[in-house]
C-alpha cells in the first residue's frame, strides 16, 4: 500500500522568509504532483514531475523530485502573504493517474 | 471552455437514498477521476477512469459506482448514503498521467 507524507503540516512563517516542505512517499513511483488549495475553494495544480531529478520553478516556488530517495520538496523563497494556501503533493500509484494524496500542509505566512 | 463542470454544488440527503453526482468536462480529456476530501485531510480517490468505457476503483470505492459511456461524462453515483459518506466530492480530469489534472468548484455533500 502506498502512504504518502507530507511534514510539516502546519507550518506558519514570515513573509520574506524560505522555507522547505516535505513530501515522502513509500513505494516506487516516477510521478509526483503539486497542487494548492485556498480554503474552501478546488484544487490547482501547480507541478507535475515526471523523472528522477525533475526541478520545475514558478515564481516564488520550486518543486523537485528524487525518486531514489523517495522525496520530493516544494522550496519556497521569500514568501509572501498570497501564498498562504494548503499545499497537497500526490503520487501516482499505477501509472494511470491513480493518485495517491499527502495530508497537506497548511502554509500561513504572516507580514 | 467551460473545464470540468460539477453538479449539483450542494446536497443534503437522508440516509438510504440513492443519488448520482454528475461531472461533465469540454476538454476531450481521456482521464478522469472521482475524490472525497474530508475535513483536515487530503483526497482520497474514489473511482477513476482512463478513457470511455473504462473504469477502476482507486482507495474508498465502496459505496459508489461509476461508468463512463462517453469521453465527457462521468457521473458518481452513490447507491444507498450512509452518513459516512458526508464529504466533499471533487472530479478532475487530464489529457494523459504527465498533465497535470484540472479540477472541477466540488460537490458539498450532507447525509443525515
Known amino acids: 500500500e502506498l502512504k504518502v507524507e507530507q511534514n510539516p503540516l502546519f507550518l506558519s512563517m514570515q513573509e520574506g522568509k524560505n522555507y522547505t516542505i516535505y513530501c515522502n512517499y513509500s513505494?516506487?513511483?516516477?510521478?509526483l504532483y503539486w497542487y494548492r488549495q485556498d480554503p474552501g475553494k478546488s484544487l490547482e495544480s501547480l507541478f507535475v514531475?515526471?523523472?528522477?531529478?525533475a526541478v520545475k520553478q514558478e515564481g516564488r516556488l520550486m518543486a523537485s523530485l528524487d525518486t531514489k530517495a523517495r522525496l520530493s520538496t516544494l522550496h519556497i523563497t521569500a514568501a509572501v502573504h498570497d501564498l498562504s494556501a494548503t499545499y497537497f503533493c500526490?503520487?501516482?500509484?499505477?501509472?494511470?493517474?491513480?493518485?495517491?494524496f499527502g495530508q497537506g500542509t497548511r502554509l500561513t505566512i504572516n507580514p | 471552455n467551460a473545464g470540468v463542470t460539477q453538479t449539483p454544488k450542494f446536497q443534503v440527503l437522508k440516509t438510504g437514498q440513492s443519488m448520482t453526482l454528475q461531472c461533465a468536462q469540454d476538454?476531450?480529456?481521456?482521464?478522469m477521476s472521482w475524490y472525497r476530501q474530508d475535513p483536515g485531510m487530503g483526497l482520497r480517490l474514489i473511482h477513476y477512469?482512463?478513457?470511455?468505457?473504462?473504469?477502476d476503483q482507486g482507495e474508498v470505492p465502496n459505496g459508489y459506482n461509476v461508468s463512463r459511456s462517453t469521453t465527457e461524462d462521468f457521473p458518481l453515483r452513490l447507491l444507498s448514503a450512509a452518513p459516512s459518506q458526508t464529504s466533499v466530492y471533487f472530479c478532475?480530469?487530464?489529457?494523459?498521467?504527465?498533465?497535470?489534472?484540472?479540477f472541477g468548484d466540488g460537490t458539498r455533500l450532507s447525509i443525515l
Open positions: 478532475a480530469s487530464s489529457t494523459s498521467p504527465d498533465q497535470p489534472q484540472h
Open positions: 513505494t516506487t513511483s516516477d510521478r
Open positions: 514531475l515526471l523523472s528522477n531529478g
Open positions: 500526490a503520487v501516482d500509484l499505477k501509472g494511470a493517474q491513480k493518485l495517491v
Open positions: 476538454m476531450n480529456h481521456e482521464y
Open positions: 477512469s482512463v478513457g470511455a468505457g473504462i473504469t
